[in-house]
């Protein structure tokens, strides 16, 4: 038992830390790119003075209490949202290896959950197909997250990476079907006459790309801007914020995004999570004063679509339950279950 609790244990850790480092590297590319530079080479500096971090004051969160948020060299202080962006990218991949792949695929739904779970059965005895998910949706919540840095800096992702994602994304769901464990709206007959990797693949992934674009413009212009489509080259990063540059259209390729790898159904879905959550934040506002009341009315929907998503991700089985409850019709005409 103390062999396979070690186990256990080295393996929630090591997930956590996986998170941590990625959650690390998120905000060398929150920094560095609107900036121009390069997010492959050279190491991690104090901008204040320009000294190289060591490894060992770079490690995710504990390097930034070890230091006790200020530099080793010049006592500049480091801002605390490095290590709140590597917690909470820790804290959502240790949440997601229990809640999604260790429990053997509990919260996705029209699949069958693993029978034998555990660190065992599902990682030493390597499932693939829920490994491969768990690593899908956590692409996509990492994804959603650098964006979030993006718009609370002021700065937009360059259309270069969001169509690398898109293409990636996509891809992916061509070679690997399972990704998709909900089809789209078709009839199971069609199906047969159709290459499965096609439909499964390219054709839901547009499908959900399309509709997740269309959410997003709907809950922009619900909350009343606009997108704005500038050039990355025409923008200074530093002028962005105090002219009111409006970023507002990084949600739109988020939701398309989502849509992507999820579906319309999972679209449709986390958008209204989003515009529940942001009522919730504009009915927090009234009430609140000071500082805390400004953070709450700087809150951009990106950072809040990271939540949704992930909100919706853990309770996915659930609400498609509803869904199809509700509709009262069979899940194989409104649905379809992909298998690896």
């Not at 905000?27 to 204040?48: D, E, I, K, M």
């Not at 820790?90 to 029978?115: C, H």
């Amino acid at each position: 038992l103390m062999r396979i609790w070690s186990v256990d244990a080295l393996a929630a850790a090591w997930f956590c830390a996986l998170g941590g480092m990625i959650g690390s590297f998120l905000n060398v590319v929150a920094y560095r790119v609107p900036l121009g530079r390069s997010v492959v080479f050279g190491r991690s500096y104090c901008p204040t003075c320009g000294q190289r971090i060591g490894l060992r004051d770079n490690i995710p969160v504990l390097g930034w209490l070890f230091l006790k948020g200020r530099c080793r060299l010049c006592s500049s202080a480091i801002s605390p949202r490095y290590p709140l962006v590597e917690g909470i990218l820790a804290g959502t991949f240790l949440l997601f290896y229990f809640a999604e792949l260790i429990s053997g695929g509990m919260n996705i739904p029209l699949r069958e959950p693993n029978y034998y779970r555990g660190v065992t059965w599902i990682l030493l005895e390597t499932k693939w197909d829920i490994v491969l998910l768990y690593a899908y949706h956590m692409f996509l919540l990492s994804m959603l997250l650098v964006w979030a840095l993006f718009a609370i800096d002021g700065a937009r992702v360059p259309r270069r990476w969001v169509a690398a994602t898109f293409a990636a994304a996509t891809l992916a769901a061509i070679a690997l079907p399972g990704l998709h464990p909900v089809g789209i709206l078709i009839q199971q007959e069609l199906l047969k006459t159709l290459p499965t990797r096609l439909v499964q693949g390219f054709f839901v992934s547009c499908v959900g790309g399309l509709a997740g674009a269309i959410l997003g413009y709907a809950v922009v212009w619900r909350m009343g801007t606009r997108p704005k489509l500038v050039s990355q080259e025409n923008l200074n990063p530093h002028d962005s914020v105090s002219h009111g540059f409006d970023v507002s259209y990084d949600l739109v390729a988020g939701m398309s995004l989502l849509g992507i790898t999820n579906g319309w159904q999972a679209a449709l879905t986390t958008s209204a999570i989003l515009l529940l959550f942001r009522g919730t934040l504009k009915g927090m506002s009234l009430v609140a004063r000071g500082r805390f009341k400004t953070y709450i009315e700087r809150t951009p929907l990106e950072a809040l679509l990271f939540l949704s998503a992930a909100v919706h991700l853990m309770f996915w089985r659930l609400i498609v339950g509803l869904w199809t409850e509700g509709i009262g019709i069979e899940t194989g005409i409104l649905f379809t279950a992909s298998s690896v």
